[in-house]
């Protein structure tokens, strides 16, 4: 059964980049696209974008100018990174195998926090 | 883009049924069949519950389905059981080649 571990800072200042990393186990990135998807303290759920296991990529208008999705098949990873963060972006980031339509496994989510 | 708008809270008794609307526009929901709805249980990570407006994923339980009209996406529970009680998001495709969520529903099991 596949699974998805994710890492990465949980603590920014304003003005940082956000840099996650969801390793798969259990299955390969073939075949699939690859969602992070973020979640404010007791707010909704918000699609940030995805990649396919080919590279290409969608990304939500409202942060695209500050979003780079990236894969690795080498490494069975995918990753998020988020530049020039602000307390708006505080919130729980989940990676999920398939896009919205098709997510089928989760990260257990990070919560990143945004504080000078 | 704007969430979708989905309605706060809905309630019910178990055994129930219960109808979750979820309303875009023409850019959105109304203009394409990829409408999916998520589960999500407090402090869990949400779960893939009807995808393509009215499809199941497997292990889904038929008591949950999905249906569109127009603009408007609805998500039916019936038989409502104490499990069900969590927060149900739908999502769209959009124009922008991009997906949006809803506001998200709580559903409450009397």
């Known amino acids: 059964q596949v699974q998805l571990q994710q890492w990465g800072a949980g603590l920014l200042k304003p003005s940082e980049t956000l840099s996650l990393t969801c390793t798969v186990y259990g299955g390969s990135l073939s075949g699939y696209y690859w969602s992070w998807i973020r979640q404010p303290p007791g707010k909704g759920l918000e699609w940030v974008g995805e990649i396919k296991d080919s590279g290409s990529t969608k990304y939500n208008p409202s942060l695209k100018s500050r979003v780079t999705i990236s894969i690795d098949t080498s490494k069975n990873q995918f990753s998020l990174n988020l530049s020039s963060v602000t307390a708006a972006d505080t919130a729980v980031y989940y990676c999920?195998?398939?896009?919205?339509?098709?997510?089928?496994?989760w990260g257990q989510g990070t919560l990143v926090t945004v504080s000078s | 883009q704007s969430a979708l708008t989905q309605p706060a809270s809905v309630s019910g008794s178990p055994g129930q049924s219960i109808t979750i609307s979820c309303t875009g526009t023409?850019?959105?929901?109304?203009?394409?069949?990829?409408v999916s709805w998520h589960q999500q249980h407090p402090g869990k990570a949400p779960k893939l519950m009807i995808y393509?407006?009215?499809n199941r994923p497997s292990g889904v339980s038929n008591r949950f389905s999905g249906s569109k009209s127009g603009d408007t996406a609805s998500l039916t529970i019936s038989g409502l059981q104490a499990e069900d009680e969590a927060d149900y998001y739908c999502s769209s495709y959009t124009s922008s080649n991009s997906y949006v969520f809803g506001t998200g529903t709580k559903v409450t099991v009397l």
């Open positions: 393509d407006v009215s």
């Open positions: 999920a195998r398939g896009g919205v339509r098709s997510t089928s496994a």
């Open positions: 023409s850019s959105d929901v109304g203009g394409y069949d990829y």
